[in-house]
């Protein structure tokens, strides 16, 4: 039902900020919460925020929390990813995808409760 697209990657020096965006389709955009999550080379794909339906909760993976805000428009059907204070660890494949499963409140960091998938932006942070 939702596809999405994201946007806004590219290669900042150690400290610099990029906003990331996820644009869907569908009007049933603001039925789901939504997450960002990343794969650097070499690892496994790694949960970063997530955000619920309305936009009123917020959560954030220990690594990125006081640097990283996610958000969302849901009149502009997109979720934005706000990264700040940049550092080369953060240097992966930001996706963004939808929450369709709920397997318990410990899961949001699952992927496995996520799909619809986006192709991903690359951020390269060099030192």
């Known amino acids: 039902q939702v596809q999405l697209v994201e946007s806004g990657g590219g290669l900042v020096q150690t400290g610099g900020s990029l906003r990331l965006s996820c644009a869907a389709s569908?009007?049933?955009?603001?039925?789901?919460?939504m997450g960002w999550f990343r794969q650097a080379p070499g690892e496994e794909r790694e949960f970063v925020a997530a955000?619920?339906?309305?936009?009123?909760?917020?959560y954030y993976t220990d690594s990125v929390k006081g640097r990283f805000t996610i958000s969302r428009d849901n009149a502009k059907n997109t979720v934005y990813l706000q990264m700040n204070n940049l550092k080369p660890e953060d240097t992966a494949v930001y996706s963004c995808?939808?929450?369709?499963?709920?397997?318990?409140?410990?899961?949001?960091?699952?992927?496995?409760?996520?799909?619809?998938w986006g192709q991903g932006t690359q951020v390269t942070v060099s030192s």
């Open positions: 955000v619920t339906r309305s936009g009123d909760r917020t």
């Open positions: 569908g009007r049933t955009f603001s039925s789901y919460s």
């Open positions: 995808a939808v929450r369709i499963r709920y397997s318990g409140s410990d899961y949001y960091t699952d992927s496995r409760e996520y799909s619809n």
